[in-house]
């Protein structure tokens, strides 16, 4: 069976410093990997996807970047963080062709303070 | 105009009783539609597909009607235990679209 890992859980870090989010599935092969965020009482937004190894769309232009340096492994960075990066991240894989439901890692909640 | 529009909630309702979501969406070469279940604090979790002739899963019942674009999910038998966010997805390519979600609070 298949399973995504998404770490840390939660996240506390101080204004400009630097992020690294990391997201890996276990029990399946060139999946479709995606990083969305969710502000307190809102929906989920889409930062970037990806559809193979080094391949990264973004969504929405902002400090954050990402990569995916091995086919199950996705990484969401900062080099400086703001405040408005605070949210819930979450990594999420699917199926290739965009007809299969997407699967989704319990989250990693950051506050940046 | 939002990709994917739902009611705006929340909807409280008492144990027992029947609820209906609302979502429409905007781009018509959308290729599936799922509705997903959010716990506080949690990530979503898959509900059920969504299929042009409808379907059913147990209390719940999801319709699609791609002409006017519009998805439907309907609760029977409010249980406490439904109680949570539900969000209508829709996919555009390789890409998942999330409406923002209408929040369901069941009453004992």
């Known amino acids: 069976s298949q399973t995504i890992h998404q770490w840390p859980a939660t996240l506390v870090q101080p204004v400009g410093s630097p992020l690294s989010l990391e997201c890996t599935v276990e029990?399946?092969?060139?999946?479709?990997l995606y990083w969305y965020r969710q502000a307190a009482g809102r929906g989920l937004q889409l930062l970037f996807y990806?559809?193979?190894?080094?391949?990264i769309s973004s969504e929405v232009p902002q400090n954050l970047s990402a990569s995916r340096p091995q086919d199950r492994q996705f990484i969401l960075s900062s080099k400086k963080l703001l405040l408005s990066d605070s949210g819930f991240y979450l990594c999420?894989?699917?199926?290739?062709?965009?007809?299969?439901?997407?699967?989704f890692g319990q989250g990693t909640r950051l506050t940046v303070v | 105009r939002k990709e994917v529009e739902q009611d705006p909630g929340p909807f409280n309702v008492p144990e027992g009783a029947t609820v209906a979501f609302n979502c429409t969406y905007s781009?018509?070469?959308?290729?599936?539609f799922f509705w997903y279940r959010q716990d506080c604090r949690k990530e979503p979790k898959l509900l059920m597909s969504?299929?042009?002739s409808g379907n059913e899963d147990g209390r719940f019942t999801a319709q699609l009607n791609r002409a006017s674009q519009y998805i439907s999910l309907l609760i029977r038998d409010s249980k406490l235990s439904d109680s949570a966010t539900y969000l209508c997805?829709?996919?555009?390519?390789?890409?998942?679209?999330f409406g923002p979600g209408t929040r369901l609070s069941v009453l004992p």
């Open positions: 999420a894989w699917s199926r290739q062709g965009g007809t299969t439901e997407a699967f």
């Open positions: 029990g399946t092969s060139n999946p479709n």
């Open positions: 990806s559809v193979g190894i080094g391949q």
């Open positions: 781009n018509s070469a959308s290729q599936s």
């Open positions: 969504v299929y042009s």
């Open positions: 997805v829709v996919t555009y390519g390789q890409n998942f679209v």
